[in-house]
């Protein structure tokens, strides 16, 4: 992009103040004092002097606006040319009107100050700002060029900076009223800190164990939400996340999801393994299936509804899969499989067997013929709807009806799987033939 044609920052900040918020400045000093590379996936602006009238007309004259959250204050903004959007919003505050998390009113008011912002943020790490002027600015934050940070540039008035430094998540303010405001803040905590590799503050984590019920009102209506801190989480390395899996478990967190134990999980797998070997398809009582709809597994972030028969074939066929001992085997549950979900079916298999390994209920030796097997049923049909010959030949040439066309093709795919003919026109006529009941 050039910023000399193009620089929407600089723009705003001729009649106002733009701080870059958020992950990105958390990410940027984690990186400086650690010396790591944690990724800054996006930047968030918060604007100050500029109301939403303004900052709108501003922005439209750079891309393309969305209002995501207009009446809180909130744009979603795609430059021209970009396909990267970003997020602009004003400070604003949050003031109680009942007992429950939902009990808030959100008044967007570009005056107030970045310390009364900050103040309703959920911790203390995510509660600093760095001041920008222009798109050139933004470089700033990139560790790669700037690796020793210049700390009076960035707004940090509740000490989140000396947090990073020695790797603690802390509540801004009172722990309770953070969690009050929105109990999602419970698993946010022990997500960040397997993400930054932290310890949760001894006031913080005391706070999670009396008020981690809270989250029963976020159930069912907030199922997404809360998932999609669990998932992420699991996408951690586990030396990281194991000590905090503990803890949820001891305190019995994750029972309003429906997870009745944390299992250790192993980081080399998809994302769908591992929250397969957090919940144990295969050993659960209740429908899989019904058991994801019910929490809305597939409109989370991380997992889709291919995923979800993932899981329902982890709990329906992971007895087959562990029994496999031949290639014909292997057909016979592909054929299971393909009825249930099409053509999905190599990737469930896949996935089944790295479940089976990593939960240690086959030996690597069974995987690797797993494997083996797979790559061999490649030529093979997955089904009778796969096969050469069709129901309407069966019909034409052979003058069969009904279940007798059916039962055929069973027995014609059978045949092919245990080699004793081809999948193709001429050698399945050629077999009809040789049968005394189709001359």
Known sequence: MNHNNSDFIAKICEIGEVYVVGGAVRNYLYNCFHNTNKQIKDYDYLVRFVDIHKLTNILKKFGSIKEVGKSFGILLFT????????????????????????????????????????????????????????????????????????????????????????????????PHKRFIEDPTRIMRAFRQSAELNLDIEFETLKSISVNYKLMESLVPQSYVRLFNELLRFLDTNPTSHRPHLMVMEKLQILNFLGIDSAHDISMDCSIIVK???????????????????????????????????????????????????????????????????????????????????????????????????????????????????????????????????KQTKEMLLDKVYLDEIKNNLDDLHYFLSSLNVYK
């Open 275 to 405: 929250f397969g070997m957090l919940i144990r398809p295969d050993e659960m009582k209740i429908d899989m299936k019904k058991w994801c709809d019910t929490r809305q597994i597939s409109a989370t972030n991380y997992i889709n509804p291919d995923d979800v028969n993932i899981l329902v074939s982890i709990q329906k066929y992971s007895q087959d899969l562990e029994e496999i001992n031949t290639r014909y085997d292997l057909l016979k549950l592909i054929q299971k499989i393909y009825g249930s979900h099409r053509l999905q079916y190599k990737a469930i298999i896949t996935n089944m067997s790295d479940y089976l390994k990593l939960t240690n209920k086959i030996s690597k030796d069974h995987y690797q013929k797993i494997k083996l097997l797979l790559t061999e049923t490649n030529t093979y049909p997955p089904s009778t709807d796969q096969l050469a010959i069709s129901g309407y030949i069966l019909m034409e040439k052979w003058k069969m009806v009904g279940k007798q066309i």
């Open 79 to 174: 430059p021209n040319g970009s396909h990267n959007s970003f997020e602009f919003a004003l400070p604003r505050t949050e003031t109680s009107i009942g007992s429950g998390y939902r009990d808030f009113i959100v008044i967007p008011d570009h005056t107030i100050s970045l310390d009364e912002d900050f103040s309703r943020r959920d911790a203390t790490i995510n509660a600093i700002g760095f001041r920008i002027y222009s798109l050139h600015d933004v470089d700033k934050l990139n560790v790669a060029v700037h690796r020793t940070p210049n700390l009076e540039e960035f707004v940090d008035p509740f000490n989140g900076i000396d947090d990073i430094r020695i790797k603690v998540w802390r509540c801004v303010g009172d």
